[in-house]
């Protein structure tokens, strides 16, 4: 089994800045994507940012140039950097990992328990 911890949420102003974190731990031999995705009330979930396990990473149009995903490999940990917020970045925020298992060398999906990113004045 594994577990994801997410942190970094909470209340900024427009403009600011905020860093959320998402670590894996359990039976994992390998994690292929991390990802982040929101969902805002009323509205489906979205993909915010995602990276592969070289690196390559992609975005949402809508924070492109504004939001940075980056992983380490050592700790099984997934950054997102959100800068410039907006108002319409207020969202519960969740993170995805693609995991290789350790015993079997399946591949499963796992989600963390979401955290609130709140852009307000």
């Known amino acids: 089994q594994v577990h994801l911890v997410e942190s970094g949420g909470g209340l900024v102003q427009p403009g600011g800045s905020l860093r959320l974190s998402c670590a894996a731990s359990?039976?994992?031999?390998?994690?292929?994507?991390m990802g982040w995705y929101r969902q805002a009330p009323g509205k489906q979930r979205e993909l915010v940012a995602g990276i592969g396990s070289g690196g390559s990473t992609n975005y949402a149009d809508s924070v492109k140039g504004r939001f940075t995903i980056s992983r380490d490999n050592a700790k099984n940990t997934v950054y997102l950097q959100m800068n410039s917020l907006k108002p319409e970045d207020t969202a519960v925020y969740y993170c995805?990992?693609?995991?290789?298992?350790?015993?079997?060398?399946?591949?499963?999906?796992?989600w963390g328990q979401g955290t609130q990113v709140t852009v307000s004045s």
């Open positions: 359990g039976s994992i031999f390998s994690i292929i994507v």
């Open positions: 995805q990992f693609l995991v290789r298992a350790v015993a079997t060398m399946t591949t499963s999906d796992y």
